[in-house]
């Protein structure tokens, strides 16, 4: 739950792909460059880690908090430099998995965000003049759908 101070981010989008395969381009590293950035590294179990060079030298990182495979997934999120609004695990991000017909109801909820500001910087970004969530990765996260489900 949101308190005064913190702003919230949630989107919902419907995905063309079953939520067991929108769940490993969610959790599986490999996968999730694709669509997050430039390489990940995952320990996907509640206390595991997860690191993403989001664009060069710059990385997220965060923990696990709770997998419910393929329908939930929390983690938290920041930035890894010094001096950023959000840093590295103090935010916290929710997915949750939905089956819609042939399809995935995907519902985002990035809590813990000091202000809007803050907001706009710290959901990723695939190069500094890209707008914020939900800008290119919804994008990306999509389009990493319709080829995962050719390779399946």
Same mark, same amino acid.
């Given at each position: 739950m949101a308190n005064a101070t913190e702003t919230v981010v949630e989107?919902?989008?419907?995905?063309?792909?079953a939520p =067991?395969?929108?769940?490993e381009l969610l959790v599986d590293p490999e996968q999730a460059s694709a669509w997050m950035g430039l390489q990940s590294w995952?320990?996907?179990?509640?206390g595991g880690v997860y690191r993403v =060079?989001?664009?060069?030298?710059?990385?997220?990182?965060? =923990?696990?908090?709770e997998l419910d495979p393929?329908? +939930?997934?929390v983690f938290t999120?920041?930035?890894e430099d010094d001096g950023n609004a959000v840093p590295a695990g103090s935010? +916290?991000?929710?997915? =949750?998995?939905?089956? #819609?017909?042939?399809?995935?109801?995907?519902?985002?909820?990035?809590?813990?965000?000091?202000s809007a500001e803050a907001a706009s910087r710290a959901i990723? +970004? +695939? #190069?500094?003049?890209?707008?914020?969530?939900?800008g290119p990765h919804v994008s990306y996260f999509s389009s990493s759908f319709s080829a995962a489900e050719l390779m399946q």
């Open positions: 989107r919902e989008l419907v995905i063309a792909a =067991e395969t929108v769940w995952s320990d996907p179990r509640p =060079e989001v664009i060069p030298g710059k990385f997220a990182s965060g =923990e696990y908090v393929p329908s +939930r997934l999120w920041g930035w935010s +916290r991000i929710e997915f =949750e998995l939905t089956a #819609d017909g042939d399809g995935t109801h995907v519902r985002f909820v990035h809590s813990g965000l000091p990723c +970004r +695939r #190069d500094a003049e890209a707008p914020a969530w939900p």
